[in-house]
């Protein structure tokens, strides 16, 4: 069946940066492309971008730009996460997921389970 | 940019009809995804495209969507059914994915 599989919980200090994984099983990697998702504690879900695993081509949420970069690794069908400069209001369960439907017409399914990243001193 | 408006709860008695309405300007003219989150649990397609199921999910849940509301409706509602539900659109602007910010469902 397909799957996202994450990376384990984080804890960093303020400054410092995060990479997480997505390790994806149960269909073709480079059909598809992988998009990020984030929720603060008791918050809603926050869109952070999307990546090709065709050709790595990415979209970024513009509140993100310059702190995160998406990247993909073909050869482990594996997406990563990277988030820069951390913020305590960037912790957060960040959230990978296989965006399904029309190019410019996307729904999520499924979803990673989740990587808690806590950000504190 | 493009906002989602949900009601922040809803309550039901089981065995009854929830409706968990999302807004937005002329949301009709868009498509419309839904997700249920349980807690401690990552989101689970329930409804894309305005009213279409995945497999698995129940003929309980329906949507609908039309001039400036779009509809999730579940029937028969159970105890299970109690999560938090999120819609969600694509938008033409610079940042294409929006969620409205979510609708905690509670079972009397």
């Known amino acids: 069946q397909v799957q996202l599989v994450q990376s384990g919980a984080e804890v960093k200090k303020p400054g410092a940066s995060v990479k997480v994984s997505c390790k994806a099983s149960?269909?073709?990697?480079?059909?598809?492309?992988i998009s990020w998702v984030r929720q603060a504690p008791g918050q809603g879900l926050e869109w952070m971008g999307w990546?090709?695993?065709?050709?790595?081509?990415?979209n970024y949420a513009q509140k993100l730009q310059g702190r995160v970069t998406m990247t993909t690794d073909t050869s482990t069908s594996t997406a990563y996460m990277e988030l820069r400069s951390l913020r305590s209001d960037d912790t957060a369960v960040y959230y990978c997921?296989?965006?399904?439907?029309?190019?410019?017409?996307?729904?999520?399914?499924?979803w990673g389970q989740g990587t808690l990243v806590t950000v504190s001193s | 940019s493009y906002v989602l408006t949900q009601p922040p709860s809803v309550s039901v008695a089981p065995g009854k009809t929830a409706r968990i309405t999302c807004g937005g300007n002329?949301?009709?003219?868009?498509?419309v995804h839904w997700y249920q989150q349980k807690p401690g649990q990552a989101p689970v397609l329930v409804i894309y495209?305005?009213?279409d199921r995945p497999s698995g999910i129940p003929e309980r849940f329906s949507g609908s969507n039309s001039g400036n509301t779009a509809t999730l409706t579940i029937s028969r509602v159970e105890a299970g059914d109690e999560a938090d539900y999120y819609c969600?659109?694509?938008?033409?602007?610079?940042?294409?994915?929006?969620f409205g910010g979510g609708t905690k469902l509670t079972v009397l």
């Open positions: 997921a296989r965006p399904v439907g029309a190019t410019t017409d996307n729904w999520f399914d499924p």
């Open positions: 149960g269909y073709t990697f480079t059909s598809y492309g």
């Open positions: 990546i090709s695993a065709y050709n790595g081509n990415t």
């Open positions: 002329n949301i009709g003219s868009k498509s």
């Open positions: 495209y305005d009213s």
């Open positions: 969600q659109v694509w938008d033409s602007s610079s940042d294409p994915v929006v």
